[in-house]
């Protein structure tokens, strides 16, 4: 795949490979447009339909490659009983239908899966939006004394920018060091229009942040490289992340000042994560726990039960999947993570790490559409022999010195 500024020029597929795009392709575009208000369009078993046409065209798939490895049967193995696992929430959930595109896309290249998600993603936000504009679709205004936010078109005023956050991380991933400055401002002014709409904080200073960093490492792409106790401390992002997401929650003390204070800053999801903890409690395989928020359904009503809503990712698939989900899910982002070290790969160490911090207190990260990076994933499953092998040599290293 080859790149020429902001235009691509996508390589011709393997005729394998067409399949997996045709179901990938249908389930992002339903997937965005579930979000919107189009979604009342194909709410219930026309969208479920399509869901599952996308996984059967994936099956297809398999079963026309006919050849398996060793390590692709184990890890096939490994996906299916976390996909069971998942069962507890619906007959085929949010994380299994990731699960299996991981797993289907473990030799497609992680780059052409970015480009193909950045245009798809792109041109479907933008057809909502020009939508909404247009009167086509309703474009929902919430208004308060701090805060007006369009929906534009969008169920929830965080989807919009969250789709926004997933794809500025793809197209600096993608440009990596070769971005030019222009795209750097281009992708800014982006997002703060986004957020002068919507007025979705979070989405807008990661991302912020996100393309000051890769200006950082246009001027000096080897900094990371000579940073070894910041790039380990990078590694174990998802672990940090998690740890501190269910440190806080469980330890929330109104009493204690600045604990009251935290909670306040981020909306309440300290206090409404502990009552979700102390109601429902966690399992080890999981549970189905019911949650209220703030989002629309597909005729733009809202719900009238109380708000319960858990925003932070890491608690809801601790309570959702379990902690033995929790713990296999957190170990593959941190191998991937670690292989991206090992590897020199600073560009998908860095987006992974915004995603770390950006699960720490929004949970719509958990779905594909909305977060490409996901994929990562398959980068690992097909190379975790040779993440093994590097491991052991710096332990026979230390071990030599230790004699």
């Known amino acids: 795949m ?18 997996f795009w045709i179901s990938y392709a249908l389930f992002l575009i339903f997937g965005i447009l579930s979000t919107s208000f189009y979604y009342k369009y194909f709410i219930g078993t026309p969208y479920s339909m399509i869901k599952y046409f996308c996984i059967g065209l994936l099956f297809f798939r398999e079963l026309s490659i006919g050849k398996y490895s060793i390590q692709s049967f184990l890890t096939g193995l490994m996906f299916v009983a976390l996909v069971l696992i998942t069962r507890s929430q619906a007959s085929v959930s949010t994380v299994a239908f990731i699960l299996i595109y991981i797993f289907c896309a473990r030799n497609v290249e992680f780059e052409d899966i970015a480009w193909f998600s950045i245009w798809i993603s792109s041109i ?13 679709i309703q474009d929902y205004i919430y208004s308060n004394v701090a805060r007006v936010r369009h929906y ?52 807008f200073y990661l991302s912020v942040w996100m393309v000051f960093v890769f200006g950082v490492l246009k001027v000096r ?46 909306g309440g999801r300290l206090r409404l994560g502990q009552s979700s903890l102390l109601q429902s409690g966690i399992s080890l395989f999981g549970q189905k726990v019911e949650m209220v928020g703030n989002g629309l359904d597909a005729f733009g009503n ?27 899910w957190i170990t593959i982002l941190t ?38 990076f996901w994929f990562a994933g398959s980068i690992v499953m097909k190379n975790w022999h040779a993440v093994l092998r590097q491991m052991k040599p710096q332990k026979r290293k230390r071990l030599g010195r230790a004699r």
């Open 302 to 328: 809202k719900n009238i039960n109380p708000y319960n809503y858990v925003d932070s990712f890491y608690i809801q698939i601790l309570q959702r999947y379990g902690i033995i989900f929790s713990i296999v």
């Open 152 to 203: 534009l078109g969008f169920r929830y005023a965080l989807f919009g920018p969250t789709f926004l956050f997933n794809i500025t991380g793809l197209v600096l991933y993608v440009k990596k060091a070769k971005i030019k400055w222009i795209e750097l401002s281009v992708l800014v002014a982006i997002n703060w229009w986004m957020f002068v709409m919507t007025n979705s904080r979070l989405s």
């Open 221 to 266: 792409p080897n900094l990371l490289r000579s940073k070894r106790v910041l790039c380990w401390g990078m590694v174990f992002a998802f672990v940090f992340s998690f740890v501190i997401s269910v440190y806080f929650t469980v330890t929330y003390n109104p009493d204690v000042e600045w604990k009251y204070q935290l909670n306040t800053v981020l």
């Open 124 to 136: 479907t936000m933008v057809f909502i939006i020009v939508s909404a504009q247009l009167g086509i």
């Open 2 to 19: 080859e790149d020429i500024g902001m235009i691509i020029r996508i390589k011709k597929p393997k005729g394998q490979d067409i399949v």
């Open 335 to 372: 191998f991937t993570l670690y292989y991206s070290y090992k590897i020199n790969d600073y560009y998908m160490m860095t987006c992974l790490v915004f995603i770390a911090g950006h699960c720490v207190i929004d949970d719509l990260s958990l779905s594909l559409y909305y977060n490409t």
